[in-house]
């Protein structure tokens, strides 16, 4: 049962460095969005990437933040230069289509500490 | 702009009692979808119940219940014969027209051995 697969599960990066999270979807599932979590708050909406393609970036900073989905391969979010507010979870979904009514199933996160 | 208000930073529920969860949302939409998600200390987003705004009836899973009152824009959910394994976070969801989930604050959930 591969659901959505997200690595690593934790990463401690130092201020100024950078950091990739990973993200494979469900099998068969060439949608995917990634959500950033920060303490005590809700998952915001970040990304929406098809492969090769990113459809909407407006939740996404302008500046040192990527994100990717080539045609092979798991999706990369980038972070370049990390800051201390970079500190949260960031999470991955991936549907089957884009539609509204597709659900989109959740990966467990990557917690990250900037420190 | 749509919004979810989870007005409950922090419930507690005595073991096998009842407790209710509370959702507000504000949309222009008719048609919408709205969900329940618990994440535990794992953090990993589970999907407990969804609700589409058409269906007049209130959606069930086992021991998980919704009151959607659409007039009211009120989503709340009802766990009954609360076990500690529900002690977790709960976040209420929207999601209409586009792909992106809206989601609220979130509730913790104590249960009470």
């Known amino acids: 049962n591969a659901g959505v697969m997200q690595n690593p599960r934790h990463l401690v990066r130092r201020r100024g460095q950078e950091a990739r999270l990973r993200c494979s979807p469900v099998?068969?599932?060439?949608?995917v969005y990634w959500y950033r979590q920060l303490p005590e708050e809700g998952l915001k909406f970040m990304v929406y990437?098809?492969?090769?393609?990113?459809?909407?970036e407006s939740g996404m900073p302008k500046e040192r933040f990527s994100a990717e989905f080539p045609k092979e391969g798991p999706s990369i979010l980038r972070i370049q230069q990390v800051v201390r507010g970079d500190s949260a979870a960031y999470f991955c979904?991936?549907?089957?289509?884009?539609?509204?009514?597709?659900?989109?199933?959740f990966g467990p996160g990557t917690r990250l500490t900037v420190l | 702009a749509q919004t979810v208000t989870q007005s409950q930073p922090e419930m507690s529920v005595q073991e096998a009692e009842t407790v209710t969860l509370s959702c507000t949302y504000d949309?222009?939409?008719?048609?919408?979808?709205l969900f329940w998600y618990k994440q535990p200390p794992s953090r990993q987003m589970i999907l407990v119940i969804r609700?589409?705004?058409?269906?007049?009836q209130n959606a069930t899973e086992n021991r998980f219940s919704v009151n959607f009152q659409k007039a009211a824009k009120s989503f709340s959910l009802k766990i009954s014969d609360s076990q500690l394994g529900d002690a977790a976070m709960y976040f209420c969801?929207?999601?209409?027209?586009?792909?992106?989930?809206?989601f609220g604050t979130g509730t913790r959930l104590k249960v009470l051995a």
């Open positions: 099998k068969g599932h060439s949608h």
């Open positions: 609700q589409e705004a058409y269906k007049q």
């Open positions: 949309t222009s939409e008719s048609d919408y979808y």
């Open positions: 969801a929207y999601k209409a027209g586009t792909y992106k989930y809206i």
């Open positions: 990437l098809q492969k090769e393609n990113i459809i909407d």
């Open positions: 979904a991936s549907s089957l289509s884009g539609i509204v009514y597709n659900e989109q199933f």
